[in-house]
């Protein structure tokens, strides 16, 4: 995708309150300049099940439905109520997005979990995660495909001049690929799948979105760049607190093979927030260590707070999404 699609700043995805015109007038607001970031869809999870990020993801699938039961989500054969008040509220979040965005051109982010975190997030009827049988998974990612399509379609038909960008959120992606998901007995883990068979399954589902821009964003440790890479990811979204030096060299080949990185630099939850170019400075260290070139930093980082905003209150929510777009700025002026 041309290199104006990305912008120096965005969010993640969720926002406090369970307003989503305040949410999208707010989000709207923060990146309306020209170039000044990428607006995107916001989630609402204090508004309650089928906000949450699962819910939520799990109301669009398609041919396949879930409910709330005491343990999670879990499967069932048809559209229930928790299926239609997710639906009910991510129609009511698009209408405000549509409200807040008339007449805008340029990138447009929307957020999805994606099909590894799902499918150990959601139960078959047997209590167990999806995760547990290879078949479901399958059955969750064609499902998750098809409704990521439809959605995708809704956003352009509703805005336009977007170029939409599709985001997965993988937090559990290190989990499953390690054998870390426990089971419902929580006595046992469920075992690690295949390498390929991850990579696999999320390069058929990120191909819902052709060649627009594709990012995956996991705000656990050791976040497996290559692999994203190699499923299709144009750009990489995660806590920058968590990386290490053990991740320099998988982060310096991606930026050199041009993948974008979303560096989660802002805290997410309320506190005093430093000045943007000390917000900046340890992506500055990180291209030095790297010994890449800093005029590319501009190019290729795009700033975010380090998660998702929904434990913020609104008055730090929208100071967060303004201090990102400055130091974002910090680090295009300043890239030494």
Request: negative net charge.
């Amino acid at each position: 995708m041309t290199a104006h699609t990305w912008c120096p700043a965005t969010g993640v995805g969720s926002m406090p309150g369970g307003d989503a015109r305040e949410a999208a007038k707010t989000v709207a607001g923060s990146f309306d300049g020209p170039g000044q970031g990428i607006p995107y869809l916001a989630e609402l999870p204090a508004r309650g099940p089928g906000a949450d990020m699962i819910g939520r993801t799990a109301g669009l699938l398609v041919d396949l439905y879930a409910r709330v039961e005491p343990s999670g989500w879990r499967i069932g054969d048809r559209p229930g109520r928790d299926t239609r008040r997710a639906r009910a509220w991510l129609g009511e979040d698009l209408d405000a997005l549509e409200e807040f965005t008339q007449g805008y051109e340029g990138p447009l982010k929307v957020q999805a979990v994606g099909p590894w975190t799902l499918a150990a997030a959601l139960e078959l009827r047997n209590g167990e995660a999806a995760l547990s049988d290879p078949g479901a998974c399958r059955d969750l990612a064609g499902s998750l495909a098809e409704g990521l399509r439809g959605h995708l379609a809704d956003v352009r038909r509703r805005v336009p001049g977007a170029q939409v960008v599709l985001q997965l959120d993988e937090p559990s992606l290190i989990a499953v690929l390690r054998g870390r998901i426990k089971t419902a007995s929580e006595y046992r883990t469920h075992r690690a799948v295949d390498r390929q068979v991850v990579e696999s399954t999320l390069r058929d589902v990120l191909a819902v979105q052709g060649e627009g821009p594709k990012v995956v964003h996991s705000c656990a440790p050791d976040v497996p760049f290559a692999l994203l890479r190699r499923a299709g990811a144009d750009a990489i979204s995660c806590d920058f607190s968590l990386l290490t030096e053990r991740d320099d060299e998988a982060i310096g080949e991606a930026v050199e093979a041009g993948t974008r990185f979303l560096a989660g630099v802002v805290p997410g939850v309320d506190g005093r927030l430093s000045d943007p170019a000390g917000s900046v400075m340890g992506v500055r260290t990180l291209w030095r260590r790297l010994g890449l070139d800093p005029g590319s930093l501009a190019e290729s980082v795009v700033i975010t707070p380090s998660c998702g905003l929904a434990g913020a209150s609104p008055a730090y929510a929208r100071e967060v999404l303004a201090h990102c777009v400055r130091a974002a700025r910090s680090l295009a002026d300043n890239p030494e």
